[in-house]
């Protein structure tokens, strides 16, 4: 068995090199990968402590065979500080005490008409479901991932409704539509390291009961709490054209909207509520598979999720550096430089020169830089300290680091960038640099060239 070490490829990127698999860091590989996990997770695991979250599921999560992971999972994220919100659904608990009972099951344009037997059925539905996942979040038993955990859990009439009425002709009868979310009474359980634990059921002022959507009452929820993250598991991939391969990781606002028109009846309900609390002020919402075993954990804790972010900024992009990005740069670079492959920079230095860097930012880590020197006289510009991420190659950012730099010369009126590589020489000249002597460079640069290093000399008209 072979382990592959990354290393670098683009002036600064990385190359993989086989690792003998009789070495001694094989021999503890999964160890290896628990501490280099662990080490990614620990900024989110800061980060999340004292957020909100709203999690939503449907009843089908809840009958799964695999719902106690889920359970387990949830308690790990209350044990780490998280203020969480959980919003279940119970259709398919209805629907059987509706087949049980010789009752219709009737919806319409994806919401149930709920008549007085159908309400009937919501109600010792949903209770029975609230029930069942209390117990489990009550349990400590020892040799159990919930050991000890003492979890408090509260449930109440924190959601007032109001009658759907009368839609195009459908009277829905007791379904009903979220009115007011009590968020005084959840913030204050939430205060008190409490779980709040929410049912698609909602009361009017007038004592009556209406049946709501579980996605509604999660996303109302997340609203008027202003939460940090709203998370639907979903039964099935969300928010994708099926032209393509795979679900996206990352989503606008804008993009996801242009998906919408695409989906079903129960995936609108989900892409249509993430679009409306993005919308009104939950800067992130996620759409994780339910099937995804740990699906919850490795969206949360990874920098790149296993599920759909749909979030009102972009997630990830170039913008001009900063000098709170110089340790992110150093860090990046570090490695390269003690290979020698690019050139030692002092965070002094970097300090100093942080105005001629541009990075790509992917959910606050510096995951590639470059910098541009312009030598103004001569209509030059040299490209320099070029790096991206070792989990970050191969997906188009080196090339797109490279134009960003090409245009930022552009503007500035150079005719011509240089750049100075021992490793990467093939792809620039795939990037449509051609090789050049030491005697085409700018005067002060030909003064400063280290004849130790030999780099190779590449130049590209703009």
């Keep these: ?57 449907d009843g089908a999560a809840v009958a ?18 998280i203020r969480l919100v959980l919003v279940h659904g119970a259709r398919p608990q209805i629907e059987q005490r509706l087949t049980e009972s010789g009752a219709s099951i009737d919806y319409a344009h994806g919401l149930r008409v709920t008549d007085n037997a159908a309400l009937a059925c919501v109600k010792e539905a949903a209770g029975r479901v609230r029930f069942e996942i209390e117990a489990l979040l009550s349990m400590g038993v020892a040799n159990s991932p919930m050991a000890g955990a003492r979890i408090k859990v509260s449930s109440g009439n924190f959601v007032t409704a109001k009658p759907l009425g009368v ?60 939460a940090d993250k709203l998370i639907f598991l979903t039964e099935d991939e969300v928010l994708w054209d099926r032209n393509n391969a795979r679900p996206p990781r990352e989503l606008t606002l804008r993009e996801a909207q242009s998906l919408i028109l695409k989906q079903g009846d129960d995936e609108w309900q989900y892409a249509s509520q993430t679009i409306r609390a993005c919308k009104q002020g939950v800067h992130r919402c996620h759409l994780i598979s339910r099937h995804t075993d740990g699906g919850l954990l490795l969206e949360l804790f990874s920098r790149d999720g296993v599920g759909t972010l749909v979030s009102a900024e972009r997630y990830e992009g170039t913008r001009q550096a900063t000098i709170e990005d110089v340790g992110g740069i150093l860090e990046l670079i570090k490695p390269l430089e003690a290979q020698a492959i690019l050139v030692k920079r002092s965070r002094e230095q970097l300090e100093l020169e942080i105005d001629h860097f541009t990075v790509i ?16 006289d001569d209509s030059f510009a040299e490209l320099a300290c070029l790096a991206i991420h070792p989990d970050y190659q191969g997906g188009g950012r080196g090339e797109a680091l490279l134009a960003q730099l090409e245009r930022n010369a552009a503007q500035m009126g150079i005719q011509r960038v240089f750049v100075l590589t021992t490793h990467t020489l093939q792809w620039f000249q795939e990037m449509g640099y051609t090789s050049a002597s030491i005697e085409d460079l700018p005067v002060t640069k030909q003064a400063l060239y280290n004849y130790q290093r030999k780099s190779k000399v590449f130049i590209k008209a703009l």
């Excluded at 070490?5 to 990127?13: L, Q, R």
């Excluded at 160890?31 to 080490?39: E, M, Q, T, Y």
């Excluded at 930012?361 to 103004?376: Q, S």
Aim: proline share 4%; with cysteine.
């Design 361 to 376: 930012e992917r959910d606050n880590t510096i995951i590639a830089c470059g910098a541009l020197y312009p030598f103004v």
């Design 167 to 226: 839609r195009n002709g459908i009277d829905y009868q007791h379904t009903g539509e979220v009115r007011r979310i009590d968020t005084a009474a959840i913030k204050q359980q939430l205060d008190n390291n409490v779980i709040v634990l929410l049912s698609p059921i909602g009361y009017s002022p007038t004592g009556e009961v209406f049946n709501l959507t579980a996605n509604e009452v999660a996303a109302a929820t997340a609203i008027a709490l202003a």
């Design 1 to 57: 068995m072979q382990r592959t070490i990354k290393n670098a490829t683009i002036s600064g990127t990385h190359q993989q090199l086989p690792f003998d698999g009789s070495q001694h860091l094989n021999q503890h590989a999964p160890d290896h990968r628990f501490v280099h996990w662990f080490r990614q997770s620990s900024p989110y695991i800061h980060a999340f402590r004292g957020r909100t979250f709203v999690i939503a599921f």
């Design 64 to 81: 799964a065979e695999t719902f106690d992971s889920l359970i387990h999972d949830i308690a790990l994220l209350n044990s780490l500080g």
